[in-house]
């Protein structure tokens, strides 16, 4: 299947589907000599893990990783590394009602026609399971540039459902099931999952992400613009629906005096832009947000097709987030790095020697 690499110098090929033997990922590029081992990349994959909360699907996988090759004596040798995550609980017999119809909302319409044949089990490639891999090559690209440029990545829920969330601490991300930067509505967004969930039906989110300690100068112009590649790569996560860099839409409600951010001295004015101008980063935090559609696959009956086209009731049986943006903060973050990363390898490769005298200003201030 075409279309399952991600990046031209950090290039990650996933491979494997949602109730096969395994899943995981080919990563090809990363630079020889840093130490990396399963413990670097499995917290990572914990984070992500289904089976954490109530809230998520009852899929007990422990997401155990591990590195096959690219590894010697505990340093990246430069080659492939490639990561294996071990499927154990699947339970295939709950799809087999879905073998003559399409879920609504869902991939299998569009991958029958596509491929004249489809996995039904647990969704098979389209399955979000997939994402897995993908955070654990993005541990790897975190580890790397956390080392050589001290960026970090931070990223929490904002929106659930028609519940926004607000903002109070990061601090609070790491301690509730919702990655929620707040402590105050945790019991509110529980009650409102356990209404959803005892009435069959499902939920979208919004998710925030940011980088933080990103270099002036990365990315291209026009169509390898770092924003334009940092929106390929969050439209290929699972059921997301859209993508918001800096201020994103409300850029449509703002005048040019407001949005264009203004350079002092000491540093920027804002940061709109959401880090990125022309497409080459600015020195100021790398701003995310994503739209995450409600879970087709749901128990409340709905009306599809069979393969011959006659009218037939869809009724999903399988264990599945009622909202998976709920375990999406750990993917977003995974996908903003593993762009970083390669942008940051194509830098060097191009232009690692420019040097110019104009100071970096990167620090956002408020005016006056």
Known sequence: MSGSTLGHLFCVTNFGESHGPAIGCVIDGCPPGMLLSEADIQPELDRRRPGTSRHVTQRNEPDAVEILSGVFEGKTTGTPICLLIRNTDQRSKDYGNILQTFRPGHADYTYWHKYGLRDPRGGGRSSARLT???????AVAKKWLHEHHGVSFTGHMSQLGDIAIPFESL?????????????SDIARLEAYMDELRKAGDSCGARIDVSARGVPVG???PLFDKLDADIAHAMMGINAVKGVEIGAG?????????????ELMPAGFVGNNAGGVLGGISTGQDITVSIAIKPTSSIRSPRQSIDLEG???TVETFGRHDPCVGIRATPIAEAMLALVLMDHALRHRAQCGDVSVSTPRIAAVRSAG
């Open 218 to 220: 990365w990315g291209e």
């Open 171 to 183: 601090d609070h991300v790491p301690n509730n099931p919702f990655f929620a930067a707040n402590v």
């Open 249 to 261: 839409f409300a850029s449509v409600n703002q005048r040019g005096t407001t949005h264009g951010d």
């Open 310 to 312: 006659h009218p037939a």
């Open 132 to 138: 897995a891999p993908m955070v654990g090559a993005g």
